[in-house]
């Protein structure tokens, strides 16, 4: 696959908030839409209330309370979100938000949200990333998370993240996403120095920096 990499900066997220706010809204309720529908069709024999665990082969339906589950971020433990989409709108709001503070695009943080969890603030990968931007406990610890699970810290937290590495490689978009998903020690022990070197990432990483940038 292509993966029709862009550099160059990504920050200013002040210029697209409001343009973007509609289409980020509407991909996330479409996705809920797809989400009820598939939960609709899921037996509910044998599954775990309690395991919240990121299950990507069954879309992440893995709690009997979620019958919106990953499309627009889910829902509470005990909460189920109405069509109305209450977290979805918690998303946006926590997206504008974290966008105008620290000048990243909200695009950018909506497709990373996208990609890393689907829209699903109780996501845990088998790696131990948590919540829609996927935190790792290192990075929960650096940021002073109290509960990555909580839309509106995890967000806070993943676009510090990202806009830290934006930093660090001079606002070369790609070479901070490739350090978001697969580490500023393991790019830089393969000596991926820009973005010439992206032949020495693994799949997972060149199918996340496609993904990215066919949504952004």
Do not use: W
Request: proline content about 3%; overall charge neutral; hydrophobic content about 35%.
């Amino acid at each position: 696959m292509s993966l029709g990499l862009m550099s160059g900066s990504f920050g200013g997220g002040s210029d697209s908030n409001t343009s973007s706010s509609t289409s980020g809204f509407s991909l996330i309720m479409a996705s809920l839409l797809k989400a009820m529908g598939e939960k609709e069709r899921q037996t509910q024999q044998g599954i775990d209330q309690n395991n919240r665990a990121y299950n990507s082969t069954s879309n992440g339906i893995n709690d009997i309370s979620n019958v919106i589950v990953r499309a627009i971020g889910g829902v509470t433990p005990s909460t189920v979100v109405s069509a109305t989409g209450t977290d979805s709108e918690r998303i946006e709001k926590a997206i504008a938000d974290a966008s105008t503070k620290y000048g990243v695009n909200a695009n950018l943080i909506r497709a990373i949200i996208k990609t890393e969890s689907n829209f699903n603030p109780n996501a845990v990968s088998p790696a131990g990333a948590k919540g829609l931007m996927q935190l790792m406990p290192c990075n929960i610890e650096h940021y002073g998370v109290n509960d990555p699970f909580n839309i509106e810290q995890n967000i806070d937290a993943g676009t510090r993240h990202i806009k830290d590495y934006l930093k660090t490689y001079n606002y070369d978009l790609n070479m901070a996403l490739a350090a978001y998903n697969f580490g500023p020690g393991n790019m830089a022990s393969r000596g991926i120095s820009n973005s010439s070197d992206f032949y020495k990432l693994p799949s997972e990483t060149k199918n996340y920096l496609a993904k990215i940038n066919n949504l952004i």
